[in-house]
């Protein structure tokens, strides 16, 4: 059984297939959406995997789940903890409601009600700490010692990667439904979580596929870790993409290194523009974040053009009054 | 073969097979999409059918394409014509795209410019009349005989009833698929097409299943007409559920005064707070009349409760920059 510490390289496709195992009945098969129109203006076939549709509106589901399902009985007890104020909170709360133990979720006081409000409705507990990494450190040790909760990391977990590479196995066999066969995929880059999990599975099952990371420009530490051979951090990056800010971490660099074909960037105007497109023409409700893949497609037609182009639409948590063309 | 002259009556669950099989190369099989968060709110099992997800965003090309893909070639060459700014002059510029004939859309010149873009988008011809019914007749009397094009009544004709008919054919197959076993069905209505294929479907295939329409207060010409027994036409109700403004027809009164169960009504209040809920925990863009079944829905909890319930999400053609809840 895979746990926190599972060294990263001895990782194999039967991991991704246990995890689809032990999630299948926590999760949705996703249905994959398509657009003549979107299809026309890129000059691609692109094949949308619509995350957003989850239960918890995320991807993150995937490995939460397979985190906490994985747990044995009595650690699982002691519920799971995590420091974070996006999807994967949510996602962790989800999971831990599904199984019927704690969650234990560190959040800045400052974040907002909205966020804070839907992992109380997923029955995740909140302990506020300062808006400070030091403060975030302190109260996240004491809530693990006074809890004895199992720390799940939001993408540098090997069982997180094990999960989210369920995503992309689905992919294939949904376009294989479809009668496509897939040239490439194309997901968002944050912390790498998703981007790793599509490695994981991809390089064992269908490894002609090119796999490509989209990231915002204003947060590109990806890409620049990429070009350089190892990894940058920034400190505070500012992206209307706001799921994207993480940077890189060991376990996810060793895909991203190993894997990706290539990270391509896209300014905060044409991730706008782009998320404004697919509302329209998709009709989903989606994220900044996955708006970053289609923002690049349309940037580089020359490496889309032709090509059956699978993109992970990650998540559809977004606060519907304050959309960003309106603002 | 049908045409528009087709006594309503002699309609069977044959014609809507027929009309399956011809339109299915040009449709998709929408996916079902459901909710915890909504069941719970509820109290139902609510499985909502995603017509927003057809290319011209709305069930509408159901109808729109059994029409055109019916004709014979020497009538489909002199093309079709309607005279409609909204989902039916999109579906039916769509169908007559894919079969390469002219489609010829009579539009007040006060139509949004978006509405015609996204008609001319498809192919459509648009001629602009005075926004007054007089001219609009009269516009369109001239343009069938400059044409000789082939009248497709929005909701009317046998053979778009026939279309939309397919709809809940596909619903009840999904809901198998699923493991469930409706007990109801809720759609829109406002002309009542959606609604009077459901009826032709579900009395032939699952006459156990309710057949509830949801209606605006404030355009409740079809809740009165069903409590009076005779079509009741209002002149120019205004509601946000602008797909619902107007009245039944002969051919749609039908079905709605032999199969409907009952006929529920919304606030617009309750229409834009049910619209806001689907976009934020369905995560779809879906139009305000596609709101007024769960309105009804949430309204009417002891007629729900306990059942398995399917939805019709009719379209997705919103306006983002005016989103009724920040207007």
Sequence with gaps: ???????????????????????????????VLRSDYLDT???????????????????????????????????????????????????LSYAAGRRGIPCHVVMPRTAPEAKKDAVRRYG????????????????????????GAEFVHPYNDPRVICGQATCSAELLEQAAEMGATLDAVVAPIGGGGMISGTCLTLSALAPGV??????????????RSFKAGHIIADDAPETVADGL????????????SRFVTDIQTASEAEIVEAMKITWKHLRIVMEPSCAVPLACILKNPETY???????????????LDRLPWTL
């Design 1 to 31: 059984m895979l746990d926190a510490t599972t060294e990263i390289a001895t990782l194999t496709i039967e991991d991704m297939r246990a995890a689809h195992d032990r999630i299948r009945p926590h999760i949705r098969r996703t249905p």
């Design 41 to 91: 203006l890129t000059g691609a076939r692109l094949l949308f995997k619509c995350e957003n549709f989850q239960e918890a509106g995320a991807f993150k589901v995937r490995g939460a789940c397979n985190a906490v399902f994985g747990l044995d009985d009595e650690t699982a007890r002691r519920g799971v903890a995590t420091h974070s104020s996006g999807n994967h909170a949510l996602s």
């Design 124 to 147: 995740g507990r909140i302990t506020e700490c300062e808006p400070s990494t030091s403060s975030r450190e302190a109260t996240f040790a004491r809530v693990q010692e006074e809890t």
């Design 210 to 223: 090119a796999i490509y990371a989209a990231e915002p420009e204003q947060a590109d530490d990806a890409f």
């Design 245 to 256: 800010k993480v940077p890189l971490k060991e376990n996810t660099w060793h895909f991203v």
């Design 305 to 319: 053009r032709g090509r059956t182009v699978g993109v992970v639409i990650t998540g559809g948590n977004v606060d």
